[in-house]
């Protein structure tokens, strides 16, 4: 059993820059990587990111290239999503979960954090 709670969403001013979080809980972990993935009103949710757990592996959407960097602290169980330069077209609701390395999804999701970013 995984379980994945994020954090760190919250209001930025386009330019700007936020970091979120994601702690998991679980030995499954190990076994699976990690994405960020988002959801925007009335748009279908696309995952932004991922990195394997084992190897650091990253994968980025190319709408965040250069823009967003994923990494983890595997001590800590913590995955984390470094954004820079915002967009408003950023704005969404962002989810982490489990990942079959790069893009699909394993099924367990955290209740997910709001970004809202002001144009």
């Known amino acids: 059993q995984v379980q994945l709670s994020e954090s760190g969403g919250g209001l930025v001013q386009a330019g700007g820059s936020l970091r979120l979080s994601c702690a998991v809980v679980?030995?499954?972990?190990?076994?699976?990587?990690v994405g960020w993935f988002r959801q925007a009103p009335g748009k279908e949710r696309e995952i932004v990111a991922s990195i394997s757990w084992r190897g650091g592996l990253q994968h980025y959407a190319d709408s965040v290239k250069g823009r967003f960097s994923v990494s983890k602290n595997t001590a800590e169980n913590l995955v984390y999503l470094q954004m820079n330069n915002l967009k408003p077209d950023d704005t969404a609701v962002y989810y982490c979960g489990t990942v079959i390395f790069p893009t699909t999804t394993a099924g367990a999701w955290g209740q997910g954090t709001q970004v809202t970013v002001s144009s």
């Open positions: 679980g030995r499954t972990i190990r076994e699976v990587a």
